[in-house]
């Protein structure tokens, strides 16, 4: 299984981004997906989660208004959304893909997820 991010980049607070995920190498539809992020000297920490038919979400309180997950099962793709972004916000962003086969709920567990994306660097300027 294979994950790949993009999407990052340098902007300024305020701005926008969005950022991308695909997956190859099994059924994403059947599975819950989720963006984690790690800043530098700061433990990876989840950002935002989504069930693997789309119809929950979860996030993390510092981006709740500002950040939006959706996901395309056909595109094999889930998407990051963010908006109003903050100097506080810069970091390595992470697609995560979780072991469970259609859970009925969405972790913010690192544990949770087996699969991992390489990661896409988003550095916000005040």
């Known amino acids: 299984v294979q994950l790949q991010a993009s999407g990052g980049g340098l902007v300024q607070a305020g701005d926008s981004l969005r950022l991308s995920c695909t997956a190859s190498?099994?059924?994403?539809?059947?599975?819950?997906m989720a963006w984690f992020r790690q800043a530098p000297g700061k433990e990876r920490e989840f950002v935002a989660g989504?069930?693997?038919?789309?119809?929950?979400?979860q996030y993390t309180d510092s981006v709740k208004g500002r950040f939006t997950i959706s996901r395309d099962n056909a595109k094999d793709t889930v998407f990051l959304q963010m908006n109003s972004l903050k100097p506080e916000d810069t970091a390595v962003y992470y697609c995560?893909?979780?072991?469970?086969?259609?859970?009925?709920?969405?972790?913010?567990?690192?544990?949770?997820?087996?699969?991992w994306g390489q990661g896409t660097l988003v550095t916000v300027s005040s």
């Open positions: 190498g099994r059924a994403f539809g059947n599975y819950a």
């Open positions: 989504i069930k693997w038919n789309g119809d929950a979400s």
């Open positions: 995560a893909g979780d072991k469970q086969t259609r859970a009925t709920y969405v972790s913010a567990a690192k544990y949770r997820y087996q699969y």
